[in-house]
């Protein structure tokens, strides 16, 4: 897709990512990784008695980290783009527990692109990672990203 064609589809959406399970070996793997050991993430059956969660659920974090994924599924490729680069994030909301075993996908809209400079476009998505089965999504975010041409 060129950056013209790109540039006319501001304010819609512009793709939408394959369902992805989140396993309970992802969620143990993203705790040894992180540090983040909780029992709310790592201990099925404590999770289960003592958390309103009803069992295991994935770090935010986790969640948040799956829009690479999810971004290079739902994304239009851009001619010439030679490498894109995480710029930030912002408005970042976790609005639901995922469940271990749950099926997230991401939703992207095209809120803003900005000609930087010849060789790079800042682009700004709104993101909404969605839980298969629930009307609430799992996160919302605008995620910045910096397309490199060339």
């Known amino acids: ?6 540039e006319g589809l501001t304010g819609r959406e512009i793709g939408v990512s394959g369902w992805r399970t989140v396993s309970q070996a992802d969620i143990d793997a993203f705790a040894a990784t992180t540090g983040d050991d909780q029992f709310i993430h790592v201990d099925p059956a404590r999770a289960a008695a003592e958390s309103p969660f009803g ?3 994935a770090h935010g ?4 980290s799956l829009l690479s994924i999810f971004g290079r599924e739902a994304i239009p490729p851009i001619d010439g783009r030679r490498m894109g680069v995480n710029y930030g994030l912002e408005r970042v909301r976790f609005l639901s527990p995922v ?11 095209l809120a803003g692109l900005e000609r930087r400079t010849p060789g790079e476009i800042r682009l700004r998505y709104r ?12 996160l919302s975010a605008e995620w ?7």
């Open 99 to 109: 469940r271990s075993g749950a099926r997230l996908r991401g939703r992207f809209h």
């Open 127 to 138: 993101v909404t990672v969605e839980i298969d089965g629930t009307q609430k999504p799992a």
């Open 55 to 57: 069992g295991t659920i």
């Open 1 to 6: 897709m060129t950056i013209d064609e790109l």
């Open 61 to 64: 974090f986790l969640t948040l």
């Open 144 to 150: 910045l990203v910096l397309a490199v041409l060339g």
